[in-house]
Nanobody, 115 residues
Framework: QVQLVESGGGLVQPGGSLRLSCAAS????????MTWYRQAPGKQRELVAR???????NYADSVKGRFTISRDNARNTVYLQMNSLKPEDTAVYYC?????????WGQGTQVTFSS
């Protein structure tokens, strides 16, 4: 059974950095697209960054220049390097991996600002 396990969330101060990871296990096969989403309290889930198997990336306007998505195909892992964090980046961050058959979602990892 395919599982996606996220890690790297936590408490951060404004201007700080975090690196999120999401690793797939259980025979997911070739992953076409890896995507990070986030959902803030009371808001809809939104796309943060996406990377294709060819390495093409796209980002939400709100994170361009601050966040970087990358992937390690050998490890079936996607990363999200988040720099210059702002309080509005507070959210639960979810990864999604898509193969030829379906989407798979992680359980989410919380990013919270400390005052």
């Amino acid at each position: 059974q395919v599982q996606l396990v996220e890690s790297g969330g936590g408490l951060v101060q404004p201007g700080g950095s975090l690196r999120l990871s999401c690793a797939a296990s259980g025979g997911i096969g070739t992953i076409d697209t890896m995507t990070w989403y986030r959902q803030a309290p009371g808001k809809q889930r939104e796309l943060v960054a996406r990377i294709t198997n060819a390495g093409s990336t796209n980002y939400a306007d709100s994170v361009k220049g601050r966040f970087t998505i990358s992937r390690d195909n050998a490890r079936n892992t996607v990363y999200l390097q988040m720099n210059s964090l702002k309080p509005e980046d507070t959210a639960v961050y979810y990864c999604k991996m898509t193969n030829s058959r379906r989407d798979y979602w992680g359980q989410g990892t919380q990013v919270t600002f400390s005052s």
